[in-house]
């Protein structure tokens, strides 16, 4: 399996455009680099909107497709509240403050600390003022949100697993025929995070 850090975010370059456009021309890029034409793809959330564009774009490269709690287009108003919250400077003293902090905003339900403990290690760094930050470009996430606000893309023709968290803030609605299977697990939107079981389950069923 390979996972891809997208463009503003982790170890990959902050440099913009943050569109979908050159999102779905850097995932492109990188698996021609590493040599896979076609493949089983997997997003998370905007990364499932991105799966559904390559898919659009590419149907060629992509065998089937798994949309992990998707936001293929949020409301604009919501949209619009999150991007607003992302300009905020968000810092922690710890690493333990950042994973308290995470487990007590809302964003998870039922994820265990050791979940988040190993996400900070990845992706918590530590900036020149001593403060310890999510590694991420704030203005990439920003655009973002404006993105998921955009029309929806095709929802794919491959066949396509859609897992959602039933205690999502995002909309489920699910358009297709029988091609697309849909599968809710009991936890919120990061259903890797909070139904990692159930999850799994679904996407190795689904993969056979």
């Avoid at 403050?97 to 265990?112: C, K, M, Q, Y």
């Avoid at 760094?125 to 999510?134: A, L, N, Q, T, Y």
Wanted: proline share 6%; aromatic share 8%.
């Amino acid at each position: 399996m390979i996972g891809i850090d997208l463009r503003g975010h982790g170890r990959s370059g902050w440099e913009p455009p943050w569109s979908v456009e050159q999102h779905v021309a850097d995932l492109l890029e990188t698996t021609d680099a590493l040599g896979i034409s076609e493949a089983a793809w997997i997003g998370h959330s905007f990364g499932g909107k991105l799966v559904a564009e390559v898919a659009a774009r590419q149907p060629d490269r992509v065998v089937c497709a798994v949309l992990l709690d998707p936001a293929m287009q949020l409301d604009a108003a919501v949209a619009g509240e999150r991007a607003d919250l992302s300009r905020a400077d968000v810092s922690f003293a710890s690493a333990d403050e950042a994973i308290e902090a995470r487990l007590t905003d809302g964003s998870v339900f039922t994820t265990p600390r050791e979940t988040l403990e190993e996400e900070a290690r990845e992706h918590l760094v530590e900036s020149p003022d001593g403060r310890f930050r999510w590694q991420y470009a704030p203005a990439a996430v920003i655009v973002a949100w404006s993105e998921m606000a955009s029309s929806t893309p095709p929802w794919p023709r491959c066949p396509t697993l859609v897992v959602c968290g039933e205690l999502s803030w995002i909309p489920a609605s699910v358009q297709g025929n029988g091609h697309i299977t849909r599968v809710d697990v009991p936890g919120g939107h990061s259903v890797l995070w909070d139904d990692f079981d159930a999850t799994a389950d679904a996407i190795v069923q689904f993969l056979g």
